[in-house]
């Protein structure tokens, strides 16, 4: 079961690393990987079993992500000092764009759920 779900993401990485090579050069091809793994289980209406025993497995890993870039902030804190400005900038401007859609899709998800469970 882990195996199969293995498969697939990786698979999913593959066809977004092809399509990164061959037509989108300027996305990750983690980030094209996952979105048609989003596509995908959404036109499947489900998560397999096989997919969430092996993202599960996964997640347990996560916080081991966290650590190079904590390790680089802190070695690098003085050139993101001099970078301050135009960071907290971007930062600011994607908390200001992103804190509305995400109150507007959980909306649309709490309605949908509803409806669901109306019918």
């Known amino acids: 079961?882990?195996?199969?779900?293995?498969?697939?993401?990786?698979?999913?990485q593959l066809i977004g690393t092809a399509l990164n090579v061959l037509f989108l050069p300027f996305l990750p091809s983690a980030i094209?990987?996952?979105?048609?793994?989003?596509?995908?289980?959404?036109?499947?209406?489900?998560?397999?079993?096989?997919?969430?025993?092996?993202?599960?497995?996964?997640?347990?890993?996560?916080?081991?992500?966290l650590t190079p870039p904590a390790t680089g902030i802190?070695?690098?804190?003085?050139?993101i000092a001099a970078d301050a400005a135009a960071i907290l900038v971007s930062l600011t401007v994607s908390f200001i764009l992103v804190v509305p859609l995400t109150g507007h899709l959980m909306q649309y998800l709490i309605k949908r759920q509803a409806r669901r469970e109306e019918a």
């Open 74 to 79: 802190m070695m690098y804190g003085s050139e």
């Open 32 to 65: 094209i990987g996952m979105v048609l793994l989003v596509l995908f289980l959404r036109l499947r209406g489900q998560v397999s079993e096989s997919i969430e025993t092996a993202s599960g497995g996964l997640l347990r890993f996560l916080p081991l992500l």
């Open 1 to 12: 079961m882990l195996i199969r779900g293995l498969s697939w993401l990786i698979l999913f």
